[in-house]
């Protein structure tokens, strides 16, 4: 089991830029898939990224490709969620999540086992 914590939120405007991380601790995070979520107030949560453990494989969903961009350190037990050209649909609370593997389900909630408490980003001018 890890514990993983978000930070890095905030209020910011349309087509500004937010870098969020995830702090992994209780495990090292080399051997987990991180996936990055988002809920925004009415809706299902959604996948948004995914980083795979070994090759560093990423993926995205559609609506956030070419703008978000996903790494890991894990020398600092950190994954990371870059996002720029940020839009107002793009409000919502963000939580990342290990699993072993991104696998072509990798935005199913389901794929992973730990979940940190998330961190609200507000895109609005």
């Known amino acids: 089991q890890v514990h993983l914590v978000e930070s890095g939120g905030g209020l910011v405007q349309p087509g500004g830029s937010l870098r969020l991380s995830c702090v992994a601790s209780?495990?090292?995070?080399?051997?987990?898939?991180i996936g990055w979520f988002r809920q925004a107030p009415g809706k299902e949560r959604e996948g948004v990224s995914c980083?795979?453990?070994?090759?560093?494989?990423?993926y995205y969903t559609e609506s956030v490709k070419g703008r978000f961009t996903i790494s890991r350190d894990n020398a600092k037990n950190t994954v990371y969620l870059q996002m720029s050209s940020l839009k107002p649909e793009d409000t919502a609370v963000y939580y990342c999540?290990?699993?072993?593997?991104?696998?072509?389900?990798?935005?199913?909630?389901?794929?992973?086992?730990?979940w940190g408490q998330g961190t609200q980003v507000t895109v609005s001018s």
């Open positions: 980083i795979s453990s070994s090759d560093g494989f990423t």
């Open positions: 999540a290990a699993g072993l593997l991104c696998l072509s389900t990798w935005y199913q909630r389901g794929q992973y086992d730990d």
């Open positions: 209780g495990s090292t995070l080399d051997y987990y898939a």
